[in-house]
């Protein structure tokens, strides 16, 4: 098993394939709302498959699908029809069914009669559950054998397996129906134009039988979907934008989001971001910490609950299985799977050569976005370990540059985020022998340490900070000597065991213009290479360049555009000056949104704009997707340059939104604490509500370029 990549997945879900989430529970159906066993669909609950057949039938007849549409991510209402069976093209029995997924499903079904007569209905369900894990489901492998039984108790089927040990089961609730050991079936008379309705309920069974609280459904009161939902909307900032199509994307990414948030089963009140739908919905550590990055200016908190969550299981000890290290942030983290599946053998996998130095990162993000000082404190020494961690088992051969190889052959053979076994190549198309160092990797080192010497300072600590700011200097020179390629014109996008260059024109050099890697003389070169028609689509830039060994526009990371991916080069571009580049980046991946719902989904194939004039969608993107999700966020808050260093006293703001995205109006956004309002017309920026000790200053303040030019000046002088 190499891990998770597009060649080990079940294939696509379908066309028309309906997926709700709701934290760590998600549904996927066909889009008339059936679930069948041999398709990759059916009731998630913690990695469990707790429904697997899922379909309705109307007097022996399968609904025709005429629509779904998603209300919230968590719900979903299908709309179909009863075929005809007396030679008329039309039916007058329309069935709908409102859907909505929590701590199992909810389901409302409604026959309507739009004959003048009265119709005899057979209404049938059959139901089935496997309790299939995610990997089993995903990677379509043998399942296991569980030992079963049904039990019919009134309007109640109680399905429950015993698998060796591990015992599971799942209650459907049906009231009214006649209930058999794999059906439910009802049988009713509808009055000319009337309808007739009924509610199910599927729930998994919990240790001891026990069953956990259905959900509320009464008229004008909420189920614990909504109430979560209205407690998350109730704390994120209001959007009104001149542009009402990028105003739905905006909100459309708020709502993922939401839904995508999941607590930690340690710590209910600590929440972090799930990786996305429907095989990551768990904690990822390079996904959720980017998405939590990427989505500061809109909650903070998700990035706290999700670096503390990721601090209590950082790496303790040596364990080439799970490639556990001490210091090292864990990749994923698996709750309810045969650990026969998993990454590595056990329910924690670590295999992220990335995921730790982002973890530093990001900690110090938190920290200028105004956390109170005890907060950041007992974050520290998690922090401290990660560093050590990149220093001793990173950088494997002591060359300054952090590098992976896998420990096992059942872990991921990439462990950037270009994951997929060929995710990494030469120009040719040729793989590159272990351990590799990654550009962008050095890129969050850098990042990191840069993030541990404003934390220091800010402490008072200056001794420490300089030390890391030292430490950046020095990794951006050895970096520009060793990546940079000047014959081609822009960076290696690795080296190779052999201290080669791996010489792909790749979209992972985007990654080092944000971080401020990149000398300031090289980067016209870089941005010349990225906004090329060999790398930028039309509507993002590649993950390869077209002229590659290796470029395929339907692949998973060779030739493909990644939301996120753009969303950083396009944060990276307005760091060095190039506006118009980023704008461009941007307004392409906002414009590709409007062709599904104003949904990123975690990415589309490369073919060109001028080939396509839609962007089309790879076959098993996630959708919600965590770092899909937030691009539109960093995007906006990125061309609204807006930046905080809450220790420093200060609010930046410069805006450089194109003129297309109109007025920009941004209450309730959260501020150290507080609530401020932005207004920004015609690029001028007002911002309202700062607490005292904070004051608002118009410009850019690119931090990390302040922090290398004082460590320069120290050093000659």
Not at 383 to 390: K, P, T, V
Not at 421 to 427: L, M, Q, R, T, V
Not at 509 to 528: I, N, T
């Amino acid at each position: 098993m190499s891990g998770w990549n597009a060649d080990n997945a079940a294939g696509p879900l379908g066309a028309g394939t309906v997926t709700l989430v709701e934290g760590s529970s998600f549904c996927i159906s066909l889009g008339n709302g059936d679930i069948h066993p041999e398709n990759p669909h059916g009731l998630f609950v913690q990695d469990t498959r707790i429904l697997s057949h899922w379909s309705l039938t109307v007097n022996g007849q399968v609904v025709e699908e005429l629509g779904a549409e998603t209300k919230e991510p968590y719900r979903a209402l299908f709309a179909g029809r009863v075929l005809s069976l007396n030679g008329h093209a039309d039916s007058p029995l329309i069935v709908e069914r409102l859907r909505e997924v929590g701590s199992g499903i909810h389901e409302q079904i409604t026959v309507r009669n739009y004959s003048p007569e009265s119709a005899d209905c057979l209404v049938s369900l059959r139901v089935a559950a496997d309790f299939a894990d995610l990997f089993e489901v995903k990677e379509a492998r043998p399942k296991r054998r569980w030992d079963e039984t049904r039990q019919n108790r009134g309007d109640e089927l109680v399905i429950q397996a015993i698998w060796q040990d591990v015992r599971k089961g799942v209650v459907i609730r049906a009231p009214g129906a006649q209930v058999t050991p794999k059906t439910l079936t009802y049988r009713v008379t509808i009055p000319p134009h009337g309808r007739w309705s009924t509610t199910l309920t599927v729930m998994p069974e919990t240790q001891g039988g026990s069953r956990p609280p259905s959900f509320v459904h009464t008229d004008g009161e909420l189920s614990p979907s909504d109430l979560r939902r209205q407690q998350w909307v109730a704390k994120i900032p209001i959007l009104q934008m001149g542009n009402r199509s990028i105003e739905r994307t905006m909100r459309r990414s708020y709502d993922d989001l939401g839904a995508l948030r999941i607590e930690d089963p340690n710590h209910p009140d600590r929440v972090v971001v799930a990786a996305g739908a429907p095989w990551f919905m768990t904690l990822f550590g390079r996904d959720s910490l980017w998405a939590s990055e990427m989505s500061l200016p809109i909650d903070p908190s998700l990035a706290l609950g999700t670096l503390q969550t990721l601090a209590d299981r950082q790496g303790r000890a040596v364990d080439p299985i799970s490639e556990e290290e001490p210091g090292k942030i864990l990749h994923e983290v698996r709750l309810d799977v045969s650990s026969a599946l998993a990454l590595g053998g056990k329910a924690t996998y670590y295999g992220s050569v990335d995921a730790t130095p982002l973890f530093v990162m990001v900690l110090g993000s938190v920290s200028r976005w105004g956390f109170a000082a005890d907060t950041i404190a007992a974050l520290l020494p998690h922090a401290d370990r990660a560093l050590e961690w990149i220093q001793k088992y990173g950088d494997k051969d002591g060359d300054g540059f952090v590098e992976y190889e896998r420990l096992n052959n059942r872990g991921l053979i990439n462990q950037g985020w270009k994951d997929s076994w060929d995710g990494i190549n030469f120009a040719d198309g040729s793989m590159p022998e272990p351990p590799i160092a990654l550009c962008e990797v050095q890129a969050y080192v850098y990042g990191a340490y840069a993030a541990r010497a404003w934390m220091a300072y800010d402490a008072g600590d200056d001794a420490l900070g300089n030390k890391y700011a030292d430490l950046m200097v020095q990794l951006k020179k050895r970096f520009n000597e060793e990546f940079w390629m000047p014959e081609r014109g822009y960076y290696a996008v690795a080296l190779d065991g052999k201290k080669r260059q791996v010489d792909a024109c790749a979209s992972n050099m985007g990654h080092c213009l944000w971080l401020g890697l990149v000398d300031e003389d090289k980067a016209p070169s870089v941005v010349k290479h990225l906004m090329s028609p060999e790398m930028f689509s039309g509507w993002g830039v590649r993950t390869l360049a077209t002229d590659m060994g290796a470029y395929n526009p339907a692949s998973y990371h060779n030739g493909s555009v990644w939301p996120h991916d753009n969303a950083i080069i396009a944060a990276g571009l307005l760091r060095y000056g190039f506006v118009d580049e980023a704008q461009r980046i941007s307004t392409a991946l906002l414009e590709a949104a409007e062709f599904s719902g104003g949904r990123l989904p975690e990415l589309f194939c490369g073919f060109s704009r001028d080939q396509f004039a839609v962007p089309l969608p790879y076959p098993t993107a996630c959708s919600p997707q965590a770092w899909a999700s937030t691009t539109p966020i960093l995007l906006v808050t990125s061309l609204m340059r807006y930046d905080a260093h809450v220790s420093q006293g200060g609010v930046w703001m410069d805006p450089a939104l194109p003129a297309s995205f109109g007025d920009v109006h941004i209450t309730n956004a959260p501020m150290a604490g507080g609530r401020i309002t932005i207004d920004i017309s015609n690029s001028a920026p007002l911002v309202q509500g700062l607490p005292p000790h904070l004051t608002f200053h118009r410009g850019h303040r690119p931090w990390i370029t302040e922090l290398v030019d004082q460590a320069d000046r120290r050093r000659k002088g």
